[in-house]
């Protein structure tokens, strides 16, 4: 019986790129208390009090701030959930996203 020897071609790994990555960014208006805009950012950015008190000063004192960078599926649901959030607690927050 003979052997039979197959050529076997090692797959080349194609080098995929890393997903495109989105900025989630917080808005200030002259309604939304901040003590809400520090508990948005602990529920859906999962931030400690500390770094959520620096961004919300930020948003406050600057117009707008970034809370995370994600691929663009979750950066659009962030925003959905924290705008659906604020509207269900009677804020007008707004969040929007960027590509970064």
Sequence with gaps: MATRQENVQLLERSKTK?????KVILLNDDFTTMEFVIEVLQIFFAMGMERATQVMLKVHNEGSAVCGLYPRDIAETKVQQVV?????????LKCRMEEN
């Design 18 to 22: 890393p997903p495109k990555l989105y």
């Design 84 to 92: 659906g959030y604020a509207v269900e607690h009677g804020h007008p």
